[in-house]
């Protein structure tokens, strides 16, 4: 079964900190997609990257950067030089095979402080 | 992307009573879904919304309780029936948009306290 692990449940950094959080997937489709969203205090989810599984490319936009490992099964986010507005709670998700499938398997996500 | 509305933002509401919330979408969308979000935690698929035609649910999801509707390609309702003290929770809803298959967008949320 589909399953998303964000181990984190909370952290706390310093701006100017470099911040990683972890992500862990399990699926048995060979075909799927993950996906990273924000979740600031104001509520609003707001997507950030999808990544597909026959792409093992990082990416870099800006301060944000993604590590995506089908070895361990781990889509990492890494927000380099943090500032107080990435203070938030930021989901990482799951939608697997082809064409529209709907449902989005959410992990607990991680709430990240970030104090000046 | 697209620009998309929840009305009403946020309510609150007598256990017993039910409570329809909007979703507006600026442009055609193939696909519409609605999510919740009890505090503290996930979001959790409730269903999909088909466009003239009856919602899809997710398990533990039942259209008594949450019927939907979707007369066009741009809105889409939820309504929370019989409300309990549990049903409080942030309801979103979310579109696929055209090319982008598999990536949804989601509308700033309805945040509803039963009381």
């Known amino acids: 079964a589909q399953k998303v692990t964000q181990a984190q449940t909370e952290i706390s950094v310093v701006e100017k900190e470099d911040v990683t959080l972890d992500c862990v997937y399990e699926?048995?489709?060979?075909?799927?997609?993950l996906f990273w969203y924000k979740q600031p205090p104001s509520g609003e989810l707001v997507f950030l990257i999808r990544?597909?599984?026959?792409?093992?490319q990082n990416e870099i936009s800006g301060r944000y950067s993604w590590n995506f490992q089908k070895s361990t099964s781990s889509f990492n986010f890494t927000i380099t030089a943090s500032q107080v507005v990435d203070s938030a709670v930021y989901f990482c998700a799951l939608s697997e095979g082809g064409g529209s499938q709907g449902n989005l398997i959410f992990g607990k996500g991680t709430k990240l402080s970030v104090k000046p | 992307s697209a620009v998309i509305s929840q009305k009403p933002s946020r309510d609150i509401c007598q256990r017993g009573t039910s409570l329809t919330i909007q979703c507006q979408v600026d442009s055609q969308v193939t696909m519409m879904f609605w999510y919740r979000q009890q505090p503290g935690q996930s979001l959790t698929l409730i269903a999909t919304?088909?466009?003239?035609?009856?919602?899809?649910?997710e398990s533990g999801f039942v259209i008594d309780k949450f019927p939907i509707s979707r007369p066009n390609l741009t809105f889409s309702t939820l309504t929370v029936s019989n409300m309990s003290p549990e049903d409080s929770s942030i309801y979103l809803c979310?579109?696929?948009?055209?090319?982008?298959?598999?990536?949804?967008?989601f509308g700033p949320g309805t945040r509803l306290t039963v009381l």
């Open positions: 979310s579109v696929e948009i055209g090319l982008e298959i598999d990536t949804q967008y």
């Open positions: 990544r597909n599984s026959f792409d093992e």
């Open positions: 919304a088909n466009q003239g035609s009856e919602a899809t649910y």
């Open positions: 699926t048995r489709d060979t075909t799927y997609y």
